[in-house]
């Protein structure tokens, strides 16, 4: 299984922008998804995880703003995210945990 994350770029604070996550396969629909970020300097964080059952968890500086979603039957992942902070700036990675795959990572920059 390989991911393949697109979505980012260039966005001022307050707008908005949409991340995907597209697996190669058969098999996403059999893991956990989840996207984590990392910004200059500092550790790779988890930001948001969709269970196969339908459950989704998000950090508590994601809450509210951010969405995790999944489209089994385009074998895709998204992440909406709204109301962005200079501190979203980051490059952001999916995971599908049961493959122990990463995407590539897509950049995300939130101008103030």
């Known amino acids: 299984v390989q991911l393949q994350a697109s979505g980012g770029g260039l966005v001022q604070v307050g707008g908005s922008l949409r991340l995907s996550c597209v697996a190669s396969?058969?098999?996403?629909?059999?893991?956990?998804v989840g996207w984590y970020r990392q910004a200059p300097g500092r550790v790779r964080e988890w930001v948001t995880t969709f269970a196969i059952g339908g459950a989704s968890n998000y950090a508590d500086s994601v809450k509210g703003r951010f969405t995790i979603s999944r489209d089994n039957a385009k074998n895709t992942a998204y992440l909406q995210m709204n109301n962005l902070k200079p501190e979203d700036t980051a490059v952001y990675y999916c995971?599908?945990?049961?493959?122990?795959?990463w995407g590539q990572g897509t950049q995300v920059t939130v101008s103030s």
């Open positions: 396969g058969d098999r996403f629909r059999d893991s956990s």
């Open positions: 995971r599908l945990f049961k493959f122990h795959v």
